[in-house]
């Protein structure tokens, strides 16, 4: 179970005489409950201190923060406080205040870094990238000629190699057909 653990607590339950058989123990130990909690203590955006004393802004479900290795100047991370890996596991609530997180920092960023457009990211699942088992948007502030570009090409990810070929009208028809056909019912 990935970023959880299971905790078993036990105690020491005194054991009526009439109870014990021969050489029974006094003390017989029960486990009286099984807690599964969150691994915060490894998570370093739960844990780090420093990460903690950079907050832009924290809310009571979301928090924004400048990244330590920043692919352009002003490369924010938002996350949700509680510990979750993926966007799934969000709640709607968690959901709502993230997104209007995500709007208050691009309008400081387009004021304090004069952005003019942004990348929006975050890697879900080990096989997509993700290193920090908590969930992380990045939001780049972008801009003409920006400096600090490191190793990055914007839109390098969403290339393929080799031909750049359009697929045919009816191959892209027929993904659409199959992807609507296997989409959840709508929620209310
Ligand atoms: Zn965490």
Redesign the pocket.
């Known amino acids: 179970m990935v970023g959880r653990q299971v905790l078993a607590l036990v105690i020491g339950v005194r054991v009526p005489a009439r109870q014990q058989g021969k050489g029974a123990c006094r003390l017989r130990k029960e486990v009286v409950g099984i807690a599964i909690v969150r691994r915060?203590d490894s998570?370093v955006?739960?844990s780090l201190p420093a990460v903690r004393q950079r907050f832009i802004v924290a809310t009571r479900l979301s928090a924004a923060f400048p990244t330590n290795i920043p692919i352009v100047p002003g490369h924010t991370i938002l996350i949700p406080r509680r510990?979750i890996a993926r966007w799934d596991e969000l709640t709607p609530a968690e959901q709502a205040d993230l997104e209007a997180l995500r709007q208050r920092i691009c309008a400081a960023l387009r004021h304090a870094f004069g952005a003019e457009g942004f990348n929006f990211a975050w890697n879900e699942g080990k096989v997509a990238g993700q290193s920090i088992p908590?969930l992380h948007l990045h939001v780049l502030p972008r801009k003409q000629g920006d400096t600090g570009v490191w190793q990055y090409e914007p839109r390098r990810f969403l290339y393929r190699p080799g031909s750049r070929a359009p697929s045919p009208e009816e191959e892209l028809q027929e993904v659409a057909a199959l992807i609507r056909a296997h989409l959840p019912p709508q929620r209310e």
């Open positions: 915060m998570c955006f739960c510990h908590h």
